[in-house]
């Protein structure tokens, strides 16, 4: 599991409990404590998921909420919303600003975790999925396996991760940057060049003889995989 989950959270001992408790269980989280800064996070990184509290300084979680159900490019990105406030009336506003749950503090983690994988589950089957399928070509997360037809292939850790990531979203480009951000981190600071080449290690364990080249390399834009031509 590789989902990448944001946390909008002002209580710092809250926010933390949630990125050990999330990062425990597989899931990339990046944290932010200010409602000013999400728009800014927003244009440059694609979270699966965000789990937005209420109250926050800077702009508020509400509000939050309809700017990105309101923006075309993270429009689809799924919301919890986080609140101390439990009336009935607050969760029906929270629903209708575009937040796809809502939890009312305290909650316990599990029970956040279990909505997490709700919400995953409807928006982004593949993002948990344990098998990922493109064409004959499958991936297996729990075993690290790679097979295309009945063929075993065998890939370094960052191939893997790199196939991993393609096959969340096929036929989705994505550009080389977009590739090093979530492939090998955002803090890693390598040329571009470095992608294409694992690129090349990936297609040549993908595709032996006649085989079709999944892999689509999009000039000037970047790569997907596909199981089309
Ligand atoms: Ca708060």
Redesign the pocket.
Known sequence: MSAKILVV???GPLALLLQYNLESEGFLVDLLNDGDDVHLYLEENQPNIIIL?W??PGTSGLELCRRIRANSKTAKIPVILLTARGEESDRLRGLSMGADDYITKPFSVPELLARINAVLRRSNPQSIAEQLMVGDVELDRTSFRVKRGPREVRLGPREFRLLEFLMQSPGRVYSRAQLLDSVWGQNVYVDERTVDVHIGRLRKALNRGKEIDPIRTVRGAGYSISDKD
Do not use: T
């Open positions: 959270e002002d209580e509290d109250m926050l």
